[in-house]
């Protein structure tokens, strides 16, 4: 039996095939449009998926501002942060944070769905989103891709 046949493929920063792709939030609920989003940076769908390795593509969120939450979550969902000081502890709604900047709404979902480590800080990079239709990446010459699609 020919042993090379069945080597597993690690990739590596040269290996890694990366794209640029058009992710459109229109309609689109939070958390589902995040974890698929969150998939394609990682590189989950793709064969020769790495952990260790940032082998996963460009994501380009637009039109982030016609983004969809389910149930009560524009009132009751909060957004906590601590200012670092005694009795700093400051919190928004999603409704608060969305008028302040529906970009970091979505932004906010996927860093959540990254790994907490150096590799989700580098992941994390890869990710652009727009509050409207038009984005600053069309020398990337960028793919239109359907979350749909996906499983």
């Known amino acids: 039996m020919n042993t090379l ?18 992710v459109d939030a229109d309609g689109q609920t939070l958390g589902r449009l995040a974890s698929k989003v969150a ?15 940032d082998c996963g593509d460009n994501v380009i969120v637009i039109n ?4 969809q939450l389910s149930g009560k979550k524009w009132t009751d969902k909060s957004y906590i942060r601590h200012t670092g000081y005694p009795g ?25 769905m990254l790994p907490k480590n150096k590799l989700g800080s580098a992941l ?3 990710l652009y989103v727009y509050a409207g239709a038009e984005h600053n990446q069309e020398a990337q010459k960028p793919k239109t891709f359907n979350l749909n699609d996906l499983r």
């Open 88 to 112: 700093g502890q400051r919190s928004l709604t999603a409704t608060e944070l969305f008028q302040k900047d529906p970009t970091r709404l979505v932004e906010k979902a996927v860093k959540g």
């Open 39 to 53: 998939m394609l940076i990682r590189g989950k769908y793709k064969p020769n998926y790495t952990p260790h390795v």
């Open 124 to 126: 994390y990079r890869n």
């Open 5 to 22: 046949s069945y080597k597993t493929v690690s990739a590596n920063k040269a290996t890694a095939n990366k794209e640029w792709l058009v």
């Open 64 to 67: 982030a501002e016609k983004i």
